[in-house]
C-alpha cells in the first residue's frame, strides 16, 4: 500500500498547495489503492477534486489523462500545474492554421493531407508535447 505523505508539497505538488483538505487524503488513498483501472469518487464542491487526482496520478506514475468538460477548467488546471509538468491538448479547432493564414485547425490543409507547416503548426506542436507528458489535460 502506498503511504500518502503529510502534505501534498511532499509529493511534488505545488507549493501553493500546502496541506489537504477535509477528505482529500482519504480520496487519494481510496484512488491508489483501488484493484480496478477506472474509479469513480462523489466528492463536493470545493473539495479540491483537481489535487486529489492529480495527487493520485504522481503517486501512481505511469500516464495520466484527464479530460474536462470546459475550457475554463482546463485553463485552471494548466494555471495550477503546468510547473509539475502537465501538458494540454485540445481540439484542433483552438489553433490558428498558417495555411492558408485565415483558417482555423478544423478546416485547416492538415485536417485533409500533411501540409509543409506541420514544424510550425500550434497543433501539431501541442500534440507533440501531449504525446510526450506524463500527465495530460
Known amino acids: 500500500m502506498l503511504v500518502i505523505p503529510d502534505s501534498p508539497v511532499k509529493l511534488g505538488l505545488p507549493g501553493k498547495f500546502i496541506a489537504w483538505r477535509d477528505c482529500q487524503k482519504e480520496a487519494v488513498r481510496e484512488i491508489t489503492k483501488a484493484d480496478r483501472r477506472?474509479?469513480?469518487?462523489?466528492?463536493?464542491?470545493?473539495?479540491?477534486?483537481?489535487?486529489?487526482?492529480?495527487?493520485?496520478?504522481?503517486?501512481?506514475?505511469?500516464?495520466?489523462?484527464?479530460?474536462?468538460?470546459?475550457?475554463?477548467?482546463q485553463a485552471q488546471l494548466m494555471r495550477d500545474f503546468s510547473c509539475i509538468g502537465l501538458a494540454e491538448i485540445k481540439g484542433r479547432a483552438n489553433y490558428p492554421c498558417y495555411y492558408p493564414k485565415w483558417?482555423?485547425?478544423?478546416?485547416?490543409?492538415?485536417?485533409?493531407?500533411?501540409?509543409?507547416?506541420?514544424?510550425?503548426?500550434?497543433?501539431?506542436?501541442?500534440?507533440?508535447?501531449?504525446?510526450?507528458a506524463s500527465l495530460v489535460v
Open 38 to 73: 477506472v474509479i469513480a469518487l462523489n466528492l463536493p464542491t470545493g473539495s479540491g477534486k483537481s489535487l486529489v487526482y492529480m495527487a493520485a496520478a504522481k503517486m501512481l506514475g505511469g500516464r495520466t489523462a484527464i479530460l474536462t468538460a470546459t475550457k475554463a477548467l
Open 103 to 132: 483558417l482555423m485547425g478544423s478546416d485547416a490543409l492538415c485536417s485533409v493531407l500533411e501540409c509543409d507547416y506541420s514544424g510550425s503548426c500550434p497543433y501539431h506542436i501541442a500534440l507533440r508535447i501531449a504525446r510526450q
